[in-house]
């Protein structure tokens, strides 16, 4: 064992002291930029090819970071994964030693790696850690002989230190002392290297979760079905918009917070502008305000009625740091709470109708029944007219009688329109459409003949099976749209050019109602878009948008269907508008709601007469009309009625009013049917109310016969011959069998 010479000893600390600068002065010799230079300054005294420091992995690869010497990088990917030989992983990591390979080309996997990178022959020295608190070179300092294992200073080993030649051979089997002491001082910096980096892993995997939870975060927010919003407390203007709020208004969100006043541009009413801007204005002083109703405008589309929240965001001194908010699409809502609301209306009106029904016809019945016996009388022996006198007074007793029919059929059509809808499934009428149409016509016709002429082409068609009232509503919604797309004329002149149509036909399956107009029409783009809800392009003031398409489920529920056409084909000039609604014909009549048999016009034999009804004036028109045939006794009300029966006095035929005060007409028919079967057989009932779900029921079931006032005094006569003739085939029959 000869001595190192001093000179080898002098260059070989020089050497170590490079390799310990660069070592002190990085803190992770990991990265690309500290481990060139950590080649650069190894090189300077060693000759390699590559220089390459690989750490040991726990499924028994290895991971590398290498640099080619002469700054230039290695192909690998820095940090890239290799195959670990087992030799070299036994050798190095768990005994320590160094290992070398002469030839990579004949080698492994590994070697091959190095042999296509120029590296023929490498060796690979164990790295051990540095012990707790030491500083850079002290495994250097301490460095023994070579084998001193792997237990030398009681450290493991954490890494090899690779040293490739481009020779063949050219790593020797027992590496220099001054690689082996490079390798010890290695120790503490790749010991800090890796506390760095398990830190920046643990910190990039933490800064990785945080980012994923924003994501998560910002998603969830994007999809939320509201728009969500956060303002600049001291400007007011948009610093935040989710994503749903540009698929719900149609305004890309880069835009929108580039568009000053955005959201407040975005409420379409005068109402909602105030009402957001209010909420901001509280939620700046840092007050929280209640939430609203408005509808926001969309672009490409319809308005949408949203429900708006804002509110402030305070910070612990007290300090409005945000305004945030959230605007939420309530447009199903509120279409489904219209809707009750117009049925609601609907249905007080249809009660209020059917009072005013009963207050107007028990006089328009009087009205009739007076005109009768004033005819009568202006026809009688002691009436003498000269000139025209006579015919002037008929026609005038005509004319009255015709107008308080007119006022009868207005009232009925009203009610019969205002009536709510029946329940799903109930039973529907034999409605005469042509009736339908007249009495729809009759309640537009003010709002028509001011801007148009009104053509009727009604041609005799089946009855269709539905809700009459229903499709009145629908005929109705059709002529005041007709209608009001109509300007106004200046002349009379004017309004004879304009007209709307009204046509009924049929092929004998199906019934269509026409009605169309001479009006503006509707624009091409708005065709499909009318039966949309709250689709409108009137004014507020004028309608709500809601009539077509209330008007298309009330059809299409009849199992028919209501389409537009705008121009209408073959108009020339081109322009105004069609609906054309088309029903199945009527099937099976068994299918309909029993309907009350027109009164046949019949004479009978003299009989005794009961009239109950609370209106006195009309008690004793009728009579006076019917005692000119019958004996006729008066009741004011069913109680009275009840009285009289009891007191012994007999009647063949009970003609009653279905509503009065007190017993109602059909209690005491039920009460006279379980004392007096024979009795209940003449009962006739008398309403002013038209028909309703409960009348048409207790009718269906008694089967006794309706006067609808007001009514002449011939139907009157008539229904009693009916009543009449028809119990008196049983008497026969009975005293036929006694013989």
């Known amino acids: 064992m000869h001595a190192e010479p001093a000179s080898e000893r002098v260059g070989r600390l020089v050497a170590l002291n490079a390799v310990l600068t660069v070592v002190a002065r990085h803190s992770n010799l990991l990265l690309p930029r500290p481990f060139e230079e950590l080649a650069g300054a190894v090189g300077r005294f060693a000759a390699f090819q590559l220089l390459a420091v690989v750490f040991p992995e726990p499924e028994g690869g290895l991971r590398a970071y290498s640099v080619f010497r002469g700054d230039a990088l290695s192909a690998a990917p820095f940090g890239a994964r290799l195959p670990a030989p087992a030799a070299l992983f036994r050798r190095v990591f768990a005994e320590g030693e160094p290992f070398s390979c002469d030839d990579t080309r004949a080698g492994n996997a590994l070697a091959q790696m190095g042999a296509s990178e120029g590296c023929l022959s490498y060796v690979a020295l164990p790295v051990r850690a540095a012990p707790p608190g030491a500083e850079p070179g002290q495994l250097a300092a301490r460095s023994g002989p070579a084998g001193a294992g792997a237990g030398g200073f009681g450290c493991p080993i954490i890494a090899a230190l690779v040293v490739g030649y481009s020779d063949a051979g050219a790593a020797a089997s027992a590496p220099s002392p001054l690689l082996e002491q490079i390798a010890d001082a290695l120790g503490a910096g790749l010991d800090r290297s890796l506390r760095v980096v398990a830190g920046e892993r643990e ?4 800064l990785l979760r945080i980012r994923e939870l924003e994501e998560q975060h910002r998603n969830l927010l994007d999809n939320a079905p509201l728009i969500i919003f956060r303002l600049d407390p001291e400007s007011g203007e948009l610093s935040f918009l989710n994503r749903h709020a540009e698929r719900l208004l149609g305004v890309p969100v880069a ?112 009205i009739l029944l007076g005109l009768d016996m004033l005819d009568r009388l202006l026809r009688g022996p002691n009436v003498r007219m000269e000139g025209s006198a006579a015919s002037s007074a008929s026609e005038l007793v005509k004319e009255l009688r015709d107008s308080i029919k007119r006022i009868v059929d207005i009232v009925r059509d009203l009610k019969l329109f205002a009536s709510p809808p029946q329940p799903e499934g109930s039973r529907r009428t034999l409605t005469d459409a042509n009736r339908t149409v007249d009495s729809a016509l009759s309640l537009t016709r003010g709002q028509i003949i001011e801007r148009a002429q009104i053509v009727k082409n009604l041609t005799e068609v089946p009855p269709i099976l539905m809700d009459d009232g229903r499709l009145g509503q629908v005929i109705v919604n059709l002529l005041v749209n007709a209608a009001q797309a109509i300007p106004k004329p200046s002349s009379k002149h004017e309004a004879r050019d304009q007209t709307v149509t009204v046509e009924t036909r049929s092929d004998g399956e199906t019934v269509e109602i026409v009605v169309s107009d001479t009006g503006a029409g509707i624009a091409e783009e708005n065709l499909p878009r009318i039966w949309a809800p709250f689709f409108t392009t009137k004014g507020p ?21 209501i389409t537009a056409e705008s121009p209408v084909p073959g108009r020339v000039p081109p322009g105004g508008a069609r609906f054309i609604i088309s029903l199945p014909a009527a099937g099976r009549t068994d299918e309909a709601t029993p309907s009350v048999s027109p009164v046949p016009r019949l004479v009978s034999k003299r009989v005794r007469v009961l009239v109950v009804e609370d209106e006195a004036s009309l008690a004793r028109a009728l009579s006076d009309q019917l005692g000119r045939v019958h004996e006729v006794a008066l009741a004011p009300s069913a109680d009275a009625a009840m009285g009289m029966l009891a007191g012994g006095q007999r009647f063949d035929v009970v003609l009653c009013d279905l509503r009065m005060p007190g017993m109602s007409g059909d209690v005491f028919y039920t009460r006279i049917r379980e004392s007096d079967p024979a009795l209940a057989q003449g009962f006739i009932f008398m309403t002013g109310v038209g028909f309703g779900a409960d009348v048409e029921r207790f009718l269906a079931s008694s089967g006794r016969p309706l006067l609808e006032k007001p009514f002449s005094a011939e139907d009157a006569l008539s229904a009693i011959a009916e009543v009449v003739s028809a119990n008196s085939a049983p008497r026969a029959e009975a005293r036929d069998s006694s013989r």
Do not use: W
């Open 203 to 206: 910190a990039a995997e933490r």
């Open 255 to 366: 835009e929108a917070l580039k568009t000053p006043g955005f959201l407040g541009e975005a409420h379409a009413d005068p109402e909602g502008v105030m009402c957001f801007e209010d909420a901001v204005a509280r939620a700046k002083l840092g007050a929280p305000s209640a939430s609203y109703e408005a509808r926001l405008r969309r672009r490409g589309g319809d308005a949408i009625t949203a429900r708006g929240t804002v509110y402030p965001l305070v910070s612990d001194r007290g300090r409005v740091v945000a305004i945030e908010g959230v605007l939420a699409d309530v447009s199903t809502e509120h279409a489904a709470r219209t809707r009750l609301i117009q049925v609601d209306r609907l249905s007080t009106l249809g009660t209020l109708a059917a009072g005013v029904a009963h207050e107007i016809n028990n006089p328009a019945a009087f």
């Open 541 to 561: 003031e004028v309608g709500t948008g809601l009539g077509l398409s209330i008007s298309r489920e009330i059809i299409e529920r009849a199992g028919g269907q």
